[in-house]
C-alpha cells in the first residue's frame, strides 16, 4: 500500500473511534423526529415528558434531529445540536427551554 493510502485509512479509523468516544461521554442524548421525543437518555421521565409537549407544542421539526448535552468545562451543560437544518433562533430556543428543564435538580 502506498503510503498516502495508509493515512487516509488511519485518519479515517482515528475519525470512527473519535466520534465513538466523544458520543459516550454524552451526559444526556435526546433523539427528536417527527414532531415528537422518541429517545432519551440521562433525564428522568418526567424531565423527558415535559421536553416531549415543548417538542410537540412549540417546534416545528419534521426530520431527525440529535441533541447530546456535555458537561462544560466551566460548569453546566453545553449542548450539541445536530442532524437538520434548523435556524440559530430554533436551536437557540432548544437550548434555553433544556437549559430550564434539565439543569434545575429540584424539577427532574
Known amino acids: 500500500m502506498e503510503p498516502l493510502n495508509i493515512l487516509g485509512v488511519m485518519v479515517l479509523i482515528g475519525f470512527v473511534l473519535w466520534s465513538i468516544h466523544r ?4 451526559v444526556l442524548t435526546l433523539v427528536i423526529d417527527n414532531n415528537k421525543l422518541t429517545e432519551s437518555a440521562g433525564i428522568s421521565d418526567r424531565c423527558a415528558s415535559e421536553i416531549d409537549q415543548f417538542v ?10 440529535t441533541v447530546r448535552g ?3 468545562p466551566q460548569g453546566g451543560i453545553r449542548y450539541e445540536i445536530r442532524g437538520a437544518n434548523l435556524d440559530a433562533g430554533t436551536e437557540q430556543q432548544i437550548r434555553n427551554f433544556l437549559k430550564q428543564v434539565v439543569c434545575i435538580p429540584t424539577r427532574c
Open 56 to 65: 410537540r407544542q412549540d417546534l416545528e421539526v419534521s426530520t431527525r434531529v
Open 23 to 26: 458520543s459516550r461521554n454524552a
Open 70 to 72: 456535555y458537561r462544560a
